[in-house]
């Protein structure tokens, strides 16, 4: 069993940045790829980024490549998001969720823990 709980979520103004946090606990989190997800108002929940259980490979979205980063600390159990140049369409909630199968990193029905989302707004 994997919790995880998002922080690091707030209200910043379009070019600002802010900086995620997912921490988790279970003896077995540094075996899972990580992603965050998020919902924007009245849309689906997408896909914004991931990562390996290793750090090794990443994947982006394309709206987000560039000005976010994904990265995870083994050690400390935490997978951060640092969002750079923040534009008012990166307005959302932002989920922390984790996988224990690779593959198909982008959908959000492969992975198995969610946390409780965080809000990010982002002002013109």
């Known amino acids: 069993q994997v919790q995880l709980v998002e922080s690091g979520g707030g209200l910043v103004q379009a070019g600002g940045s802010l900086r995620l946090s997912c921490a988790a606990s279970g003896r077995t989190f540094s075996s899972y790829g990580m992603g965050w997800f998020r919902q924007p108002p009245g849309k689906e929940r997408e896909f914004v980024t991931a990562i390996t259980w290793n750090g090794g490979i990443t994947y982006y979205a394309d709206s987000v490549k560039g000005r976010f980063t994904i990265s995870r600390d083994r050690a400390e159990n935490t997978v951060y998001l640092q969002m750079n140049t923040l534009k008012p369409e990166d307005t959302a909630v932002y989920y922390c969720?984790?996988?224990?199968?690779?593959?198909?990193?982008?959908?959000?029905?492969?992975?198995?823990?969610w946390g409780q989302g965080t809000q990010v707004t982002v002002s013109s």
């Open positions: 969720a984790a996988r224990i199968y690779v593959g198909a990193v982008k959908n959000p029905t492969a992975y198995d823990y």
